[in-house]
């Protein structure tokens, strides 16, 4: 049976109705798109103080970063997160699952340390040392010597698909991978000893060290090369809840509205302020230099990432106008509004959040240093073995056993002594002295034996002691010695 066929759907345009019921005209329909598209930014190298400081900061975090897995402490890599071998390895301190309190205090002291920095000048960490911002500009500068300034990029991109367009694209994507690849490579060494990391994969050895390898390499160039400011400004969180840690006295960038206002272009060599007319000239520098494409000078956005870059746009152009600069700097809200001098804003620095923020983070980095100075390269973990609880042995004695977890925190083999005590006649019968390599960890079956009878039925609180012999590290772990009824 032939199926009957469907009559083809209707479509009735949907009209905008007024408050009375008449129709808008179309010319007066304003249509909103809810979702925005996202424009290329192609920010305008420049130079300056603030400039300077970014790549001064650029050069520091990769030299630590690309250079701190390969040197040496020893016979070890200086800086080692050996996850296979639970172990932990910074300069000289060997660190087990056990000190995972020393993490907390790093976590807590980093997150005080960003409240800090942000209630005092803002987001100095964003615009500096983020990793985002840092590869990011890499990324842009290698992008910038291969494909020219930012008029040149506008006009390759927009050009046709000619040869040169693609040799210059398909090098930069070559350089981008390459930086990307070394970094997710570099990144993977702080945790598999980079040398034999290398080795492996050079043999394509190794199925997780090359995923990880290239998922951070992924990671790099996907993050850096394409998404950039869209990390900063729609995935990176700080960027939301930021403005809990700002107040009126946090060093911002600001846009000084009063001097500025009204802005238009202008000769230099005309008298603008007879024209009603303000220090800005409307030149956009500020918005072409900004690697997250905003406007200074509708106020403080939560995009702005602290970089400084339209400070150091807008000095360039009043030098050259021989205008005064500031009209793009680092102040506060209330610097502007109140017209405070540099001294009187920076007198407000020093207000209550701020010393308590700075009085907390003293006493925690005072407090974890001691720790660390003081702390006892030993670690003892005491396990029961549960398949024997208690037995009576020859010679009318009681036997409980043990296993003992020692852990040696030294770069020098250690030998240590084990004693008990806690009960009359308690003693060891199994060997009292074990030596455990430098940096390693070794369990030990213990035995302790008490006089049958000695003791009464239950459990009893006992001690073990573990010392290195000649003197140094010292432990004593509780546990409890079973007598049966």
Known sequence: MKPPSESPRKVIPIAPVAADGSEVPSSQVEIVSLYEAQKKIYPRSISGVFARWRWAMVFLTQLVFYGLPWLEWGQRQMVLFDLGARRFYIFGLVLYPQDFIYLTGLLIISALSLFLFTAVAGRLWCGFSCPQTVYTEIFMWIEHKIEGDRSARLRLDGGPWTFEKIRKKFFKQIVWITVALWTGFTFVGYFVPIRELGVELLAWQGGWQIFWVLFYGFATYGNAGFMR???CKYMCPYARFQSAMFDKDTLIVSYD??????RGPRNKTVDYKAKGLGDCIDCTLCVQVCPVGIDIRKGLQYECIGCGLCVDACSTVMDKMKY????????????????WTQSQMLRRVLRPRVLVYSAVLVALCVAMLASLVTRTPLKVDVVRDRAALSRIVAGGKLENIYRIQIMNATETPQRYRIDAKGLEGLEVVSEVSVEVDPAQSRWVAVRLQVPYGSASPGSHPITFEI????GGAHVAEKT???VPR
């Open 467 to 470: 010392g290195a012999e000649g």
């Open 229 to 231: 400011e869209q990390v």
């Open 480 to 482: 409890v010695f079973l």
């Open 324 to 339: 005064p600069r500031g009209l793009i700097r680092f102040t506060t809200q209330n610097g502007v509004v109140k017209r």
């Open 257 to 262: 509205v009063e001097r500025g206002e009204p």
